[in-house]
């Protein structure tokens, strides 16, 4: 039973930074394709960063140069680092998990998710 369960989250002022720690277990890390999406009141849950099995990344572009994911497999944590934070990234966010089939930023594609942790920037 695949269960992901996100911490980290809290409120910062703008400018300032977070980092995001999703626990994972039930699987193998190593061999999904691992994401974080946020969610904000009234909008749809969109993709943040993604990490393959391989290792290669991708951004969406509005956190490219701010916010850097990355994983340890033998914990089994997904991690998200989040520099400058701007008032529009208050979401929440959410880690999900997908296997087989393309590593992207499409919330279609992961297969589990965790329950969400708030993120909030004033």
């Known amino acids: 039973h695949v269960q992901l369960v996100e911490s980290g989250g809290g409120s910062v002022q703008a400018g300032g930074s977070l980092r995001l720690s999703c626990a994972a277990s039930?699987?193998?890390?190593?061999?999904?394709?691992m994401g974080w999406f946020r969610q904000a009141p009234g909008k749809e849950r969109e993709g943040v960063a993604a990490?393959?099995?391989?290792?290669?990344?991708s951004y969406a572009d509005s956190v490219k140069g701010r916010f850097t994911i990355s994983k340890d497999n033998a914990q089994k944590v997904l991690y998200v680092r989040m520099n400058d934070l701007k008032p529009e990234d208050s979401a929440v966010c959410y880690c999900?998990?997908?296997?087989?089939?393309?590593?992207?930023?499409?919330?279609?594609?992961?297969?589990?998710w965790g329950q969400g942790t708030q993120v909030t920037v004033s």
């Open positions: 039930g699987y193998t890390c190593s061999s999904y394709c």
């Open positions: 999900a998990a997908a296997y087989g089939g393309a590593c992207d930023l499409l919330p279609q594609t992961y297969n589990y």
């Open positions: 990490i393959d099995s391989d290792g290669s990344t």
